[in-house]
């Protein structure tokens, strides 16, 4: 039983927008939105079904990371759960006493709205229940970070999650703090994926598409009208790789262990404006995350941040004396 001072927290998922960026993260950029069509039709085809295996997300590690920060006092996830792919997480999900919400989609490709329901329900709750104390949103859509600002006006200590290379800068920027699903324990972080192209219309051994059969002057089996949507869908999938190769190329990834000695620079200029120099590592360590609350420690490779710091010997001088550590800038 939660005893009165405990932190209360609540938990949101937008459970498409997880599923689908931990697919990406593993198979490589845009994989899901090439492969949903044959996800929708049957997700137990072979070379699918094992595809969807290796993107499986663990839903206990989320929340288990949420219950770190107090009691869940409520635990929500919003997806169509009658499509065959979320299907498969229900029991995980009951089994964790997860608020299973139905969101039925007006389109197969529409929009699925789970933000605005989600954020309706957020701030309802924020009313109905005042003594919640965090709101942990699972999402990495930037359409949340109105959410997110709404949540600390009104007092509340808001943590986003997303996944790596797929949340908004902006989102995380938004929350008090921010962490990527990546990095949670238990969490393995996939190998570097290989762009593939769809197999839609490329054909297999043995077989022949449309626009081959016509180049060897052989009819082809569909009628001229599903030739047509099949060449035209493949145009529009192969402008959208040539698009998505052209921005990755154009795409310069900073390196986080840089972002983050700058950010640690920052920190010790702006904290130094004192009467003394020497600065809680704490202290420190809270202002950097206020600037960028996706800052990790222990994402770029550090047990502690005492280690980071020493590994930044050149801007920063450490000193420990018993339990306490002080830091300052060094000149």
């Not at 219309?201 to 089996?221: F, H, L, M, V």
């Not at 790789?241 to 990755?248: G, L, Q, S, T, V």
Request: hydrophobic letters at 40%.
């Amino acid at each position: 039983m939660a005893e009165p001072q405990d932190p209360r927290v609540a938990v949101y998922l937008d459970f498409d927008n997880i599923i689908m960026s931990w697919y990406d993260r593993v198979h490589g950029r845009n994989a899901y939105s090439r492969d949903r069509q044959r996800i929708a039709e049957d997700p137990t085809e072979p070379e699918i079904a094992e595809r969807l295996a290796k993107a499986t997300v663990d839903v206990g590690a989320i929340i288990d990371y949420a219950a770190s920060f107090g009691s869940l006092m409520l635990t929500r996830a919003y997806a169509d759960w009658s499509a065959p792919l979320n299907a498969e997480y229900r029991s995980q999900l009951v089994s964790r006493a997860v608020d299973l919400v139905q969101l039925f989609p007006a389109a197969a490709y529409a929009k699925n709205g789970a933000d605005i329901r989600l954020a309706v329900d957020t701030v309802e709750d924020m009313f109905r229940i005042p003594d919640l104390t965090h709101v942990v949103i699972v999402a990495g859509d930037s359409d949340y970070v109105p959410l997110a600002q709404r949540c600390k006006r009104l007092g509340r200590y808001v943590i986003g999650m997303g996944v790596a290379g797929s949340t908004a800068k902006s989102l995380a920027a938004a929350c008090d703090e921010f962490e990527s699903y990546d990095n949670l324990p238990g969490i393995e972080r996939p190998e570097p994926a290989q762009r593939t192209r769809s197999r839609r219309g490329q054909g297999s051994a043995g077989t022949t598409t449309g626009n081959e059969g016509r180049g060897r002057g052989k009819a082809p089996d569909t009628s001229s009208a599903d030739a047509a949507v099949d060449v035209a869908a493949q145009a529009a999938q192969d402008a959208a790789d040539a698009a998505d190769a052209a921005e990755e190329a154009d795409e310069v990834t900073e390196d986080p262990r840089e972002a983050a000695t700058r950010l640690l620079q920052r920190a010790l200029q702006l904290g130094g404006r004192g009467d003394s120099e020497w600065l809680h590592s704490s202290a420190v360590k809270s202002h950097m995350r206020r600037m960028d609350p996706s800052f990790s420690e222990k994402s770029l490779g550090f047990r502690s941040f005492s280690d980071f710091l020493k590994s930044n010997a050149d801007i920063a001088v450490l000193e420990e004396t018993g339990h306490e550590r002080l830091v300052r800038a060094k000149y």
